[in-house]
């Protein structure tokens, strides 16, 4: 939007300069008589100039606004071949009324000179049409392709939100399906949970951000889902300061790293464990602000000395793909092996993005 703004704002002013600029040079070329000197010609050059430019301005505006592209050049070029007569006899008759000249009198008096600068408008016209007119297309074109790279960037998000939910989904399913036959009645309490998951779900489906307070309501139902199957095994934790409940994030960037932390790390476990989802604002050393998001378990599954590149699994690769498609290399997602069997899992946000 940006480039287009330029072009039809603050380029008239460098528009009208260049016409009168390249009027006086007109006015400077044309022969000199008795009776019309430099003033009179440079008379003629800025009222006849200005004239085409203003008709010609005035259809490139139209035609560009209407049609795009060489939809809108082929009738642009057209409109040039009518408004240089147009301009030229009304800037004629312009001047010869200032100067107490009858209408047209140069068309009676110098026929050759007349058609001669004619052409020379014709010419000077379609240039400077041409000009003005590849801007606005370059224009248009550039504002094209960032709207198609931002509707591209909104497909991937959607693309890789429908691959996280059947992951969760069909993880749930499973555990449910076990769960039927051994506790019809904690089968039942979650698939409550999950049919509140699946709406909640469902009906953000359509946005690509939504509230962090939505983002942390959903982490509960997911967590909700899973005690339900771990019993006592599991306990959690969600923090959430109220002044940052209205930030807003893509949907699902928590939950798979909450599912991450279960999965490898307090399920394999006899005892089970807790987790801890928090949010907090973050200074660097440069004064930025920014959203850092901790998922924190006690089932430790790293060690100081384990690159965190080796933990590429399905979750976390997606998380770090939505980072880097929502908010570009700034957003970093890392984990880090905590002293005393504790696991973390940080998002580090540029708040100004979010």
């Known amino acids: 939007m940006t480039a287009l ?55 490139r505006r139209v035609l560009f606004r209407r049609r795009r592209g060489w939809d809108g050049a082929v009738p642009m070029v057209i409109w040039v071949l009518v408004a240089v007569p ?7 008759i312009a ?15 110098a026929p050759e000179l007349t058609l001669r600068m004619l052409l020379i408008s014709l010419a000077a016209g379609g240039a400077a049409a041409y000009v003005f007119a590849s801007r606005e297309m370059l224009a248009r074109a550039r504002l094209d392709e960032a709207h198609a790279r931002q509707q591209a ?28 036959t051994v506790d019809p009645g904690a089968a039942q309490v979650m698939i409550d949970h999950l049919n509140n998951y699946l709406r909640a779900t469902l009906s953000g489906s ?7 307070a ?24 969600l923090s959430l300061p109220e002044d940052m409940r209205a930030i807003p994030v893509p949907p699902l960037l928590l939950q798979p790293l909450v599912e991450n932390a279960i999965v490898h790390g307090l399920e394999p476990s006899v005892t089970g464990g807790s987790i801890e989802v928090q949010a907090r604002r973050g200074v660097d050393a440069q004064g930025g602000a920014w959203l850092l998001l901790d998922v924190r378990d006690t089932g430790a599954r790293l ?25 570009g290399p700034s957003a970093t997602l890392d984990l880090v092996a905590e002293p005393g069997q504790f696991t973390r899992a940080s998002l580090r946000i540029p708040l100004q993005n979010a």
């Open 5 to 59: 703004h330029f072009v039809r704002t603050s380029s008239l002013a460098t528009r009208v300069v260049v016409v009168l600029a390249f009027n006086t040079l007109i006015a400077s070329l044309l022969p000199r008589t008795s009776g019309q000197g430099f003033a009179q010609n440079l008379l003629y050059a800025q009222l006849i100039g200005l004239a085409i430019w203003a008709l010609i301005d005035a259809g």
């Open 86 to 92: 147009l301009g030229y006899a009304g800037g004629s």
């Open 95 to 109: 001047a010869d009324l200032l100067l107490g000249h009858p209408a047209l009198r140069s068309w009676h008096a």
């Open 153 to 180: 960037s909104e497909a991937r998000l959607k693309l890789l939100e429908s691959q996280l939910e059947p992951h969760m989904l069909f993880n749930t399913l499973a555990n449910l399906r076990a769960l039927v």
């Open 206 to 212: 359509r946005a690509a951000w939504h509230p962090l």
């Open 214 to 237: 939505v983002e942390f309501d959903r982490l509960r139902d997911y967590l909700e889902l899973m005690r339900v199957r771990m019993g006592s095994r599991l306990a959690f934790d």
């Open 303 to 327: 060690h100081a000395d384990v690159p965190v590149q080796t933990f590429a699994g399905f979750g976390l690769t997606q998380v770090r793909e939505r980072l880097a498609t929502c908010y």
